[in-house]
């Protein structure tokens, strides 16, 4: 991770403690809101509400895919698992209030990834990324024979029309939430990175038999990172029923989700927190634009393009361009 | 006295070679040991078993009065068994004293009683760099490392996890004559410390200046074991260097 | 004769068939992650390119599927040895394989995907040839001819292959690369040059597997993906690299998959592989013939 890189052990790590950095971050989030509270348009919160759940996605992918050197392919898995969770808990509570589906969706979704995990990680890499691979297939099939969350035909989950607690309407309920998880899962990205867990996941990519000879339980580790990884994709996919109101197989696994959220962290550069943030508000707002001045069949193509330019050239990413010119 | 280390019986296959066959290997505490045999003949088989980055089929590993067997690598470096690799593995995005920190973090920190925090794990990097001549460099990355700089992160690296035994896994190949005195010295400034030492070497001169004994393996085998100069004088050791 | 004992062997005859197949969508990865130890998951995307370069061929030309792909081979020879020199410079050379080479792969599977969408659309595209349609009547099953012909392809395919690697110079050198480069450079072999022309090889498989493909089932660009699982699950359960081993993992897996089509249901066939990946990867990861 490049914040790793720049500081060494000898001096304090530069920047703000943990609390002090979430509550700069909540901050943030707060005068985001407010702004676009005053600015009072729907379409800026629709955007607004896909750039903050690529956000969530991109660092999630980040702190193992990043930290850790695992690529998991299975995103649209793990983001699938969330969204359809709070398509069975709306059918059987629909009074459940959203960020209790939000946790549920999680935690199934960090649980299969710690499954996939305990099962591949003991391997060679690659063979990971294989099964992730795989396991967007399978839970599709899972999903699309499955009558109670509509099967192939699809879902359709009403939207509420006022937002609660809040006022105003419903989108903004879920751009808040959504902004709530950008903080959390920023925050728990930035204090890993910090902490002996981010040491020992940059150990573990680096080389990891010299990991486990220093002592680093490299298993376990890399489980906690499944886990994390997996559950902040399922929670990120949670509100996308309310917020598409239908969802089908084909659009709640779309390959567009899996290829932007490994892309953004790729551009931004996957050394930081960082990384994924400016990945995924530039490319998010690029793709935003380009959908609306060209066309959504171009948009997708941008991602893909982008991150494939950005591995071969420049494989720090933007924040590592920036870097490499300070010094 | 109990040896610190005793392996017994220990067979390792890959596939239908035999790679180690039956070994029995004691060390005493504070012991320095030389481990020698020509090419393939093992050792980095052998040191790989102890360490439990292979697991051996047959035979057992204590160490310290336990059985090692089934723990995995960073639970047996936990319990005080490092080692150094015989092509330097740093971890090329840390920094020097970041690459120190990884031992301190996980093997020392995860002991019971050894806490270290904050400006006392900075210290202990310092001072772990200082020990082999590194501390100039503290902040640079191992990329801008030459040879023999690499070889003493490797060692700075084993001593971090502050280890009862070091297993030095040839830490001297390729070294010019100065360069294989100077680990030689600062190997056996650790031991005078107290780390019981196990040196895999090829360089004849080095294993004969640090070692108080000397085992030999030889295709799996080990065919001689005692003091360094009874040693280079059995038939069967000449005859397996010199292939008569 | 009892009809659900009639059932179950047109499935394990159109498994078997089908599974031939599978040998020639896996061939390209058995050599390009088996033995090169690429792990090029675009692989599904060039096999879809070589679906409609078939499409092409025989819409626009009139020409017979199978015959179009293999115009198409010096094409896609071509583009593997482009790709793997990419990936050479930007990876292979910087020792970042894992992270960003693996990224790119994903990326060219994406981007063709989408380029393919924007020139075909998201129809199902199918092709015409004679054997398309009629079936070979055996009294106890049936051989359909549209499932014969491209598990013939396949295994003249492979078995070519595989003679072309144990006998000729390059495809001994191409096996030493994957035991030992330092050998191959003793031989006065240079190994990226080895590797060019192997990775080159495995992606022209994918112009005849393409091939093969659209004469079996109509082609719509998404579909590549729902062959990664297969043939990864194919090259691993074959012990990576082993030819003899693919096949009959792929045959295994087009069996499995037709009795759980025949009894279950076909949407159900997709998750086959994945168990079958998965469960080799926890029990078995070396493979059935894998030592």
């Known amino acids: 991770m490049a914040s790793l890189v720049d500081k060494t052990a000898v001096a304090a790590a530069p920047g703000l403690r943990g609390l002090p950095f979430t509550l700069v971050l909540i901050a943030i989030g707060v005068a985001i809101f407010a702004i676009g509270r005053w600015y009072n348009n729907s379409y800026a919160f629709f955007m607004a509400y896909v750039v903050a759940q690529y956000i969530v996605l991109g660092t999630a992918w980040n702190i193992l895919g990043g930290y850790t050197g695992y690529v998991n392919f299975g995103v649209t898995a793990f983001f699938a698992i969330g969204a359809y969770s709070t398509v069975v808990l709306h059918k059987l509570i629909p009074a459940m209030p959203l960020p209790v589906m939000i946790l549920i969706g999680g935690s199934l979704a960090g649980l299969v990834g710690i499954g996939t995990g305990y099962l591949t990680l003991r391997l060679r890499g690659v063979f990971f990324s294989i099964a992730t691979l795989a396991l967007a297939v399978v839970v599709q099939t899972l999903i699309t024979n499955w009558d109670f969350v509509g099967g192939a035909r699809g879902a359709y989950v009403l939207r509420p029309r006022v937002a609660p607690l809040i006022g105003g309407e419903y989108v903004q309920y879920l751009f808040l939430l959504m902004l709530g998880m950008c903080v959390i899962v920023l925050a728990t990205a930035r204090a890993i990175e910090r902490s002996a867990l981010g040491y020992g996941f940059a150990a573990i990519r680096d080389d990891e038999a010299a990991a486990e000879a220093s002592g680093v339980p490299t298993l376990r580790l890399k489980l906690i990172a499944t886990g994390l990884s997996g559950g902040f994709m399922g929670m990120a996919g949670a509100p996308l029923p309310f917020y598409v109101t239908y969802l089908d197989p084909a659009s709640g696994f779309s390959l567009n989700y899996a290829v932007n959220a490994i892309a953004m962290p790729l551009i931004g550069g996957t050394g930081s927190w960082l990384g994924p943030v400016i990945g995924a508000v530039l490319v998010g707002g690029l793709q935003e634009y380009l959908r609306v001045t060209i066309s959504s069949a171009v948009n997708v193509l941008v991602a893909g393009v982008l991150m494939v330019t950005f591995v071969i050239l420049a494989p720090q990413g933007i924040v590592g361009l920036f870097q490499k010119r300070k010094r | ?244 | 004769m009892d009809g659900s004992a009639n059932l179950l062997i047109n499935a394990i005859v159109s498994g078997l068939l089908l599974g031939g197949f599978y040998a020639a969508v896996s061939v390209g990865i058995a050599i390009s992650f088996g033995l090169l130890d690429i792990v090029n998951i675009a692989h599904p995307a060039f096999i879809l390119l070589g679906s409609y370069a078939a499409f092409v061929g025989n819409t626009v030309f009139g020409i017979d599927p199978i015959l179009s792909s293999v115009i198409a081979l010096p094409v896609f020879y071509l583009l593997g040895m482009l790709s793997y020199q990419v990936y050479y410079v930007a990876f292979e050379r910087r020792d970042d394989q894992s992270l960003r080479g693996l990224s790119f792969f994903f990326g060219l599977l994406f981007i063709t995907e989408v380029v393919l969408v924007l020139t075909f659309g998201v129809d199902y595209r199918t092709v015409q040839a004679p054997y398309i349609g009629p079936s070979i009547s055996l009294g106890l099953f049936d051989l359909p001819l549209r499932l014969l012909v491209p598990f013939l392809v396949a295994m003249v395919m492979v078995v070519g292959l595989q003679i072309f690697l144990s006998r000729t110079f390059i495809g001994r050198a191409v096996q030493a690369v994957a035991q030992d480069q330092g050998a191959l450079r003793l031989m006065a072999a240079d190994p990226v040059k080895i590797k060019r022309i192997a990775f080159g090889l495995s992606i022209a498989t994918a112009a005849l597997a393409g091939a093969c493909l659209i004469i079996i089932q109509p082609v719509e660009p998404s579909i590549g993906r729902e062959y990664i699982g297969r043939v990864f699950a194919i090259v691993v359960l074959g012990g990576l690299g082993s030819f003899p081993g693919m096949v009959i993992a792929a045959m295994t897996l087009g069996i499995a998959e037709s009795l759980t089509a025949t009894f279950f249901g076909p949407s159900w066939a997709p998750a086959v592989a994945f168990g079958i990946l998965l469960i080799t990867l926890a029990v078995r990861p070396s493979g059935i013939l894998g030592r």
């Open chain 2, 1 to 244: 006295m109990t040896a610190l280390l005793q392996v017994s019986g220990l067979s390792k296959r890959f596939g239908g070679f035999v790679a180690l066959d039956g070994i029995d290997l004691d060390v005493q505490p504070g012991e320095r040991l030389g481990l020698i045999g020509p090419n393939g003949s093992g050792k980095s088989t052998l040191v790989n078993c102890i360490c439990g980055t292979l697991h051996n089929e047959t035979g057992s590993v204590r160490f310290a009065d336990e059985t090692l067997d089934g723990l995995t690598a960073h639970q047996r470096t936990r319990r005080g068994l490092a080692r150094s690799f015989q092509l330097p593995r740093p971890f090329a995005s840390l920094s020097l004293a970041e690459n120190v920190r990884i031992p301190i973090l996980y093997s020392v920190n995860a002991r019971a009683g050894g806490h270290l925090h904050g400006a006392a794990i900075d210290e202990r990097c310092l001072e772990l760099l200082g020990m082999v001549g590194l501390l100039a460099k503290a902040r640079q990355m191992p990329r801008d490392l030459t040879q023999i700089e690499m070889r003493k992160l490797e060692l700075a690296r084993a001593m971090a996890a502050q280890p009862k035994l070091l297993i030095s896994d040839e830490a001297m190949a390729g070294l010019s004559h100065a360069e294989v005195d100077e680990i030689i010295a600062l190997l056996i400034r650790l031991n005078e410390q107290g780390v019981t030492v196990i040196m895999i070497e090829h360089i004849m001169r080095a294993v004969m200046e640090f070692s108080q004994r000397l085992a030999v393996l030889v295709a799996g085998k080990k065919i001689a074991d005692g003091p360094p100069k009874d040693i280079v004088r059995d038939p069967e050791v000449v005859k397996a260097y010199l292939g008569e």
